[in-house]
């Protein structure tokens, strides 16, 4: 089969198209025909050796849609790594019907819807009629934060994003209002920051007494710097550290149960997941070094053809 591999740490470029045999699936373990590979932010930071993957050499890639070798049925899978293949399996447990879905586009359903419901769900604990705030929210994570946020009953959700096109796409998406960063921002109850930077002291600043500030990646390179412990015991600001990969890790069981929860709402159509653009596997380094360089929208995804 075709793969996507990273042979060393390093700049999207250093990956390398592959023939490989087929991974075969173990124990409790499916394997999936791949049609559709998301792309995240995680396996930029994987790949350089920046966030901790698996031993080198390996094909990254942490969620696909496809066909289920052994009976063909349409599934969304969230791995470990391996997606950016022909062929990847996935813990048996991290499979999702995917009847009804587009596969060619389902490979970026998954771990963003998931990752925003679980963060603002179980995590942030949204409740109905509360604002919330959203960085980068025409990105992957944002563009689904804005939705999941409006599924669950937020009143108000505003997003901030760095382009004039961006800050559209994020109001197309659901948003209120868009605003540049660097800009004043209203007061409001749950931040939802994938930035970090200076980014999340502004977000943090807005954050009404009572608040929470869902801390879920940095993708500005600069990881937030959180206040000491008596600024926020008086600001009566909650910090919430979250990664759906350590939840999944750490309770498979809770997130197999609820995740169709959150895959009904693709289902329905309240949530409709924002795709930039669709590519060969053989254009992963320049689809990677698109994202790492600010230059996407929404969830890009690798084709593979069949
Ligand atoms: N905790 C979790 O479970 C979880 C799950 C999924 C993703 N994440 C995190 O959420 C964030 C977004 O991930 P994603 O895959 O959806 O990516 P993405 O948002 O599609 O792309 C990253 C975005 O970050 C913003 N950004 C700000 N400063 C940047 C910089 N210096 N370089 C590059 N981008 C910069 C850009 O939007 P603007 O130009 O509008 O600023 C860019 O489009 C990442 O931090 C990721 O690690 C966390």
Redesign the pocket.
């Known amino acids: 089969m075709q793969a996507v591999v990273a042979v060393e740490h390093g700049p999207p470029s250093a990956l390398q198209l592959q023939e490989l045999p087929e991974p075969v699936a173990g124990e409790g373990r499916t394997a999936i025909r791949v049609v559709s590979a998301g792309?995240?932010?995680?396996d930029v930071?994987t790949i350089s050796g920046r966030y901790p993957g698996p031993p080198l050499p390996f094909v990254p890639g942490i969620e696909v849609a496809g066909n289920a070798l052994d009976d063909g049925r349409p599934v969304i899978a969230l791995l470990e790594s391996g997606g950016y293949a022909e062929v990847a399996t996935a813990n048996a447990r991290m499979v999702f019907d995917a009847d009804g879905l587009d596969l060619e586009r389902a490979g970026g359903y998954a771990?963003?819807t998931l990752?925003a419901y679980f963060?603002l769900r179980y995590a942030a604990r949204l409740q109905r009629g509360e604002s919330v705030l959203v960085?980068?929210?025409?990105?992957?994570?944002?563009s689904a934060a804005i939705q999941v946020a409006r599924a669950l009953g937020a009143a108000r959700v505003v997003a901030?994003?760095?382009?004039e096109r961006?800050r559209e796409i994020a109001l197309a998406q659901g948003a209120d209002e868009a605003l540049p960063?660097g800009e004043q921002l209203p007061p409001t109850d749950l931040v939802v920051d994938?930035?970090?930077?200076e980014?999340f002291g502004q977000a943090y600043r807005a954050t009404r007494r009572l608040g929470r500030v869902l801390l879920?990646?940095?993708?500005?390179?600069t990881p937030p710097a959180l206040p000491a412990f008596q600024e926020l015991r008086e600001r009566g600001v909650g910090l919430v550290p979250?990664?759906?990969?350590a939840l999944r890790e750490s309770d498979g069981e809770f997130v197999a149960r609820t995740a169709p929860q959150a895959l009904d709402l693709i289902r329905s159509g309240e949530v409709r997941p924002l795709l930039g653009s669709s590519h060969p596997l053989a254009d992963a380094p320049t689809v990677l070094a698109a994202?790492?360089?600010?230059d996407?929208?929404?969830?890009q995804l690798l084709r593979t053809g069949r």
């Open positions: 792309v995240n932010f995680s930071l771990l963003v990752a963060g960085l980068a929210g025409a990105g992957g994570l944002g901030v994003a760095s382009s961006k960063y994938g930035v970090g930077g980014a879920v990646g940095a993708s500005s390179g979250f990664s759906f990969k994202l790492a360089g600010r996407t929208v929404g969830k």
